[in-house]
């Protein structure tokens, strides 16, 4: 007896080995600081944590809408309109179990076996494993550090072919920290509707920003692009609540209602109180927000200005997220090479680039406390210096 043949095709975590010799490690008493992290090291806030432990003493435990309960599902369509300029209905809005199934019901909604999907790299790692999930091909379209790590029309155009059926946009970028100005998206989304290629735009990232940075989402900037586009979000990176497992889709209503039918026979719905949590992150204050985007630009502009002293690598100012990515290609060592020693050697955790399909890089996250961090880069700099 084998695996499907599917299952063969998924790739296994390039991080698994790394992160279980690190926890190894750690169980040893060794001092191992992790600047690795792909979640806030925030808590969640009270307020959130208060509207979901409420619901639980209320009873609300039970079976809800396959897509979502209403009043979340016109929070989020509001909150669309509000943040976005995007006018969506409530029944447009599937909220899934994080805007990873967001992404991956779109995926299973759309491709056909053998369809392409354009992914620019560096990308964030599971996107060419839920391709391949559900049937499709990813074609990979590598990026480069002067164009910010963001792909070109004219890269998209040379990758297209006959079989192109989506692209897949992630603004503000993991592992890149670059943002896209709403005339690169443009430009982009033109050589999309030419072909009739969707467009799977991520923008879990949104709220965190830096240097008045404005996101954009692609289906707000011209009536054209809305029907192509899929615009995922959710609660993990803004509000820290990545347990939570909350994200979701909003779909053109050609497709709203195939993503619907799969996520209910898939997860039926997303844990009920959780959803009350997830309603009282977008009706409530917006300050908690604020306060961890200040934080996170705070220890941006520290590992900006310490690393630019450093030799042998390379990297943009992040103008999002949390993630910093470091070009090593000068200390000849591939991104898996370098992880390893400097966990053995400095015991300090990051994610080899070959993870995001750049094995010229490595991605550090400033998602941990300064303490650590200054730590941790202290030890990233002796190690360079014997390299």
Request: hydrophobic share 40%; charged share 25%; aromatic share 8%.
């Amino acid at each position: 007896m084998e695996p499907s043949s599917r299952a063969k095709r998924i790739a296994p975590s390039l991080t698994l080995a790394l992160g279980s010799k690190a926890k190894s490690m750690k169980a040893k008493g060794i001092d191992i600081i992790n600047l690795a992290s792909g979640e806030p090291d925030f808590d969640t806030p009270e307020f959130i944590k208060a509207a979901a432990m409420g619901s639980l003493d209320a009873g609300f435990t039970k079976y809800t809408p396959s897509s979502g309960i209403p009043e979340l599902r016109e929070a989020v369509a509001d909150k669309l309109k509000a943040d976005n300029g995007l006018a969506y209905e409530p029944a447009q809005i599937t909220v899934s179990c994080g805007a990873k199934h967001a992404c991956l019901n779109v995926l299973l909604a759309t491709l056909e076996p053998g369809d392409e999907v354009i992914i620019p790299a560096p990308y964030w790692l599971s996107y060419p494993e839920m391709v391949k999930i559900a049937d499709g091909e990813p074609v990979i379209v590598p990026t480069r550090m002067e164009n910010g790590f963001k792909i070109t029309p004219e890269d998209f155009a040379e990758a297209m072919t006959p079989k192109t059926r989506m692209i897949i946009l992630n603004s503000p970028g993991n592992p890149t920290g670059s943002v896209y100005a709403r005339e690169e998206l443009e430009a982009l989304a033109r050589v999309a509707i030419e072909e009739d290629i969707l467009i799977l735009s991520d923008e879990i990232y949104e709220k965190i920003l830096f240097d008045e940075q404005k996101h954009w989402s692609v289906a707000s900037l011209d009536a054209a692009f809305y029907p192509l586009t899929f615009t995922v979000n959710g609660f993990s990176k803004a509000y820290a609540m990545t347990g939570w497992r909350l994200g979701y889709v909003a779909s053109p209503s050609w497709a709203a209602g195939a993503v619907e039918a799969i996520q209910s026979h898939s997860t039926s719905n997303v844990t009920s109180f959780a959803q009350k949590g997830a309603l009282a992150a977008y009706r409530g204050p917006q300050d908690c927000v604020r306060a961890m985007t200040q934080e996170y630009a705070r220890r941006r502009d520290y590992l900006v200005t310490e690393l630019s002293s450093f030799s042998k690598i390379h990297f943009l100012r992040p103008q999002g997220t949390f993630y910093l990515l470091l070009e090593i290609g000068e200390t000849r060592l591939s991104s898996t090479q370098f992880a390893e020693r400097l966990l053995e050697e400095e015991k300090v955790m990051i994610i080899p680039g070959i993870a995001f399909g750049d094995d010229r890089t490595v991605r550090l996250s400033y998602a941990t406390d300064m303490e650590s961090l200054q730590r941790g880069v202290e030890r990233l700099g002796g190690f360079l210096k014997r390299l």
